[in-house]
């Protein structure tokens, strides 16, 4: 890690932890832990879209293969939500592996086409597997987490886990980024006939951070699962692996910190939006929830046109620019005098 990421963690950090205490209202809260999860899986994508350019329209998978083994290990047969934890982290590798194998030495379209399929098959399955499942009707019951004899029951207490959680994993994908393999990642992203040519493994490189990213994911959803106690196949369809490739490129994918900003940017949008709606209706106009993708659609289009780069990229330029300002201000100041 480089000294500005310490500065910016330093920063996040404090920003995390007066949430709670800004935030009276446990609704509020709890829409803060939804997009920790949100977070933690996004960061997981900026590595494998933004560092190693590889596309997955299929991520949202892995999120509920983590949610369904927790739900149903803990619901069916009692066993610890870390333990269950623990095995959907190694069924999401195993299949990470099966998947990532084949596919990964497509490229362009046809990789995201072939892991477009591969979240249709498994919310089909969710679907229709109702033994394990619960089919449309879901899982019911699962048990909260228990940390160290600290049940995390509440909205507070799972939104200071939670976010905990997602600075290891910001801490793993920093450090990670800033080795040697982020350096082959780079070298990857810009031209892998030219990354191969200097010796680095490209295909070894693509799968390894193929299951990074699904392990990210994989941990988010079980953390889904035992906050909201209930899950069915909905928050794992095609749509949100869009929602969460289009939280990377609105944030900047070629950068970890895009991820952050772009994940809580628009997992808060739709309730800023619902807020909104009174002031809505002042102009004539009723909003809708359905409304949501076309807002999404903007924000997106406008970020391509407008800041390619993201917003980390647009606020990173903006910045330059205004010490660039100060620079020449001040050189000419001193020449004056």
Request: glycine content about 10%; proline content about 3%; hydrophobic content about 50%.
């Amino acid at each position: 890690m480089v000294i500005r990421d310490y500065i910016f963690l330093g920063i996040f950090l404090l920003v995390m932890a007066c949430v709670p205490l800004l935030l009276k209202n446990d609704y509020y809260i709890s829409i803060f832990v939804f997009a920790s999860f949100n977070c933690l899986a996004c960061i997981g994508l900026s590595l494998l879209l933004g560092y190693a350019g590889q596309i997955s329209l299929g991520h949202a998978a892995f999120i509920g293969i983590g949610a369904y083994t927790s739900g149903y290990l803990t619901t069916q047969f009692a066993w610890s939500p870390w333990i269950t934890m623990f095995i959907g982290v190694v069924i999401s590798i195993i299949i990470a592996i099966a998947v990532g194998v084949p596919s990964l030495k497509l490229r362009g379209h046809y990789l995201a086409m072939a892991t477009l399929g591969f979240g249709a098959i498994l919310y089909i399955v969710a679907v229709a597997a109702v033994d394990i499942t619960g089919g449309p009707a879901g899982l019911n019951n699962i048990p909260p987490l228990n940390l160290f004899g600290l049940i995390l029951d509440s909205d507070k207490k799972f939104f200071f886990f939670s976010w905990s959680v997602v600075v290891i994993g910001l801490l793993f994908a920093l450090n990670l980024i800033n080795s040697r393999v982020g350096r082959g990642l780079r070298a990857l992203h810009g031209s892998e006939d030219a990354a191969n040519s200097i010796g680095i493994n490209t295909s070894s490189y693509k799968i390894q951070i193929f299951i990074f990213s699904a392990v990210f994911s994989s941990i988010a959803g079980s953390l889904y699962a035992h906050y909201v106690t209930y899950i069915d196949p909905g928050p794992f369809g095609i749509m949100h692996s869009v929602l969460l490739m289009t939280m990377v490129a609105v944030g900047g994918m070629h950068k970890i910190w895009g991820a952050v900003i772009g994940s809580l940017l628009l997992s808060l949008l739709p309730e800023f939006l619902s807020f909104s709606t009174g002031y809505f209706k002042t102009f004539g106009i009723e909003y809708k929830p359905d409304y949501d993708t076309l807002v999404y659609g903007i924000i997106l289009l406008s970020i391509m046109l407008f800041l390619p780069e993201g917003l980390y990229g647009g606020f990173s330029s903006a910045f330059r620019a205004v010490k660039n300002i100060v620079k020449r201000n001040g050189k000419k100041a001193k020449s004056s005098s």
